[in-house]
């Protein structure tokens, strides 16, 4: 059966309350200079998704089954599209102290596995049409961001490399073994826990996975998981500028006194430099399709082409 779709009349400029004000019209210096920071982000994405528009014929409508990355606020009216690898878990956990109504105050001593359970935030999918159309016209939304490369390589090395993955071995590191590793030894095809990047990457590309359905949502593009051709964010923040941005999005809706978010020092954090090492070990028509995927990533969020890259 087919799902009514919605009207996304997401521009927001007459959106609710203090915050969407205060974004459109600072009164402070330091939320000026960010708020011009953040109009130029959102320029950014509205020029590549007409540039997008007018070189596709891919046009189609969302439907609420589309709206499953966007956590929902009530109190703080406020919307998040959460993106794995882009400090999701730190997020969802503020996203709980706002939504918990006193339940929770420190954000870090929510375990991060309680952070992902479903049930413990609501999504705009669970909403009626006309709530859906409402919250978005209305609610203060903001997702954030990472340079592509360096999230799919944070990516493949947490979800292949780290022993306590085995979910993600089987359902996934199986079946890529199986259609691309020659002579694969039977604990290779039973376990899938020795994937290599090259064939992560090669299952990427492949036709037959995009006929599989959709990418898994840690390695799907922003593109396909917050939908920002057809719904309009009013801020859009970066892994590269994570604490500011992420403090400024809590500034605007007023929390900014009571509520920090989490101080990220992780050394073990994907690089520039790691993901270079990661994509020399593949060949240049890999990257070249690699590029391809997530183009539409690069060209929304200003990242520029990474000099390791082999496109010629």
């Known amino acids: ?83 794995p690898k882009v400090a999701c878990t730190n997020w969802k956990r503020v996203m709980m102290v706002l939504t ?24 705009l999918n669970q909403y009626s049409i006309a709530e859906i159309n409402h919250r978005l016209k209305n609610y203060l939304k903001f997702l954030f961001v990472r340079e592509p490369f360096e999230r799919l390589v944070s990516a493949y090395r947490n979800k292949f490399t780290l022993k306590y993955n085995s979910s993600f071995h089987k359902r996934f590191g199986t079946r890529i073994v199986r259609r691309y590793r020659k002579n694969a030894t039977q604990d290779a095809l039973l376990n899938g826990a020795d994937v290599k990047f090259k064939e992560f990457a090669e299952y990427l590309v492949d036709p037959a996975t995009q006929r599989d359905g959709p990418l898994n949502e840690h390695w799907q593009t922003v593109y396909q998981l917050c939908h920002p051709c057809h719904i309009h964010y009013d801020l859009v923040g970066k892994y590269e500028t994570l604490e500011e941005d992420a403090n400024y999005v809590l500034r605007l ?18 690089t520039d430099a790691m993901a270079a090492q990661f994509f020399s070990n593949i060949s240049t028509q890999q990257q070249i399709q690699l590029y391809q995927l997530y183009k539409l990533d690069f060209l929304m969020f200003n990242y520029s082409t990474p000099s390791y890259l082999r496109l010629d």
């Open 253 to 270: 809706v007023g929390v900014g006194d009571s509520l920090r978010f989490p101080s990220y020092a992780k050394s073990t954090r994907t």
């Open 1 to 83: 059966m087919r799902r009514n779709p919605f009207v996304v009349d997401g521009c927001c400029r007459k959106g609710s309350r203090n915050a969407l004000q205060e974004l459109y019209n600072p009164t402070q210096p330091e939320l000026s200079g960010a708020a011009v920071l953040h109009q130029t982000r959102r320029d950014q994405v509205v020029d590549a998704c007409r540039v997008y528009s007018a070189s596709s014929r891919k046009r189609r409508v969302l439907t609420p089954g589309d709206l499953k990355h966007l956590v929902v606020d009530e109190d703080h009216e406020l919307i998040y599209c959460y993106v």
């Open 100 to 123: 918990g109504r006193g339940k929770y105050s420190d954000p870090m001593e929510i375990p991060s596995n309680e952070a992902h359970v479903p049930s413990n935030l609501k999504t």
